[in-house]
């Protein structure tokens, strides 16, 4: 059975699981879809063509589906997919995709998206993701599973955010951010590892250890960074945290990666 209160808005259409709480004032759309045990707070609104996935609590205020802000948007059916067990705080904004990005944004599973944080049109967002409150991304950037956005932070349209990775807090992202990276900074660049969430996620110490060296070898001055990722590639090949930061490196993208600080702060 589902508990929606008598103040709640529920459009002809929309699709609602079982054990569904829609509190007050909350106005769901013809073309929503509700996972079983979906919690909408109160006050929250979801429209456009939005699914939202088994056991994911929407806070109040939060804007979810509406059109994208993109002035290149001209009414396509874009999609906007949120996953399960999914934590949307207070004044959390989240828009579909655009013709230009693939049609559809996408959020994984088990995310906490605190106050204020925003999704812009065609991201991509993996699963165990940490939004914290105000950090903000524009259109078209992928973030990996288990990356923590800080508070405040801004990431640039087109950036890939690696998984494990670490955004400081008011820090604005242009550039690539490698899986396991720390970056900090307006703009911003590589201060390390993500030690601390590598600790907290049961990495074991040969494994930061190797992931040091590997790090310390890719972002040296000797040598081309092709010439450092293929001995990276060949020292360390059985391990797959060392590997992820190559492959991401090698991999399509318009932007260049976050490199880090010289020391005369360049």
Known sequence: MSDIHPTALIEDGAQLGDNVLIGPYCVVGSDVALGD??????HVVVAGRTTIGPNTHVYPFASIGHQPQDMKYHGEPSTLEIGANNIIRENVTMNPGTEGGGMVTRVGNNCLFMVGAHVAHDCVIGNHAIFANNATLA?????EDYAVLGG???????????????????SGVEQDVIPYGSVLGNRARLAGLNIVGLRRRKFSRSEIADLRKAYRLLFAEEG???????????MYKDNRAVMDIVEFIRGDSSRSICQ????HGG
């Open 224 to 234: 081309s960074m092709a010439e450092r990722l293929n001995d990276a590639s060949e």
């Open 260 to 263: 880090p600080r010289t020391e």
């Open 152 to 170: 405040l932070s801004a990431v640039h349209q087109f950036v890939r955010i690696g998984r494990h990775s670490m955004i400081g807090g008011m």
């Open 139 to 143: 259109g078209h950037v992928i973030v």
């Open 37 to 42: 045990g979906v919690r909408l707070i109160s």
